[in-house]
């Protein structure tokens, strides 16, 4: 990769320490997703720990913005909990995972429909949240083939150009 020869800053006094792409809101929508990314961290009450998804827009004008997804797994407070374990429960329904999720990283690539908005934090900051996940459409099924090949048989004639 070379030699990169970069400073880090120190924080400017009263500066929070968090990516840049956090601070960015997306328009209120629905959106292609997939799941880029998962970290398992404490929580900054030091209650419990969450499980972070970070997911990337994948069509649209708003695609490659990335935004994140917070799951307060583990909790002492049990109505959190269950809440956070409600939601994980309809993304992993909505990518096709029924049963158990051994590891958060068997999220990683998979893709999916989210219905985003446009949320006031407790802490006054505006961010997304994600209303709804939704499995993606099924594939439109292929077109079937059967008369030109059975067109083609009749004739005696292959269905692609011989090699010469």
């Known amino acids: 990769m070379g030699n990169l020869n970069f400073n880090v800053e120190a924080p400017k006094e009263g500066e929070e320490l968090q990516s840049s792409y956090e601070d960015k809101v997306v328009p209120e929508g629905t959106y292609k997703v997939e799941v880029s990314e998962t970290t398992k961290r404490d929580n900054s009450a030091g209650t419990g720990k ?3 998804l970070d997911f990337t827009i994948l069509e649209g004008p708003q695609s490659n913005e990335e935004f994140v997804d917070f799951f307060n797994l583990w909790h002492r407070n049990k109505e959190v909990e269950r809440i956070a374990k409600e939601e ?6 909505a990518v096709g995972i029924d049963g158990t999720l051994d590891d958060a990283e068997d999220l990683h690539g998979l893709q999916l429909l989210v219905d985003l908005k446009i949320e006031q934090g407790k802490d006054g900051k505006t961010r997304n949240r994600v209303k709804k996940y939704k499995p993606l459409p099924a594939a439109a099924a292929p077109v079937a083939q059967a008369p030109a090949e059975e067109a083609s048989q009749e004739s005696g004639a292959w269905p692609w150009p011989e090699k010469s």
């Open 50 to 52: 969450w499980l972070r």
């Open 88 to 93: 994980l429960s309809r993304l992993c329904r």
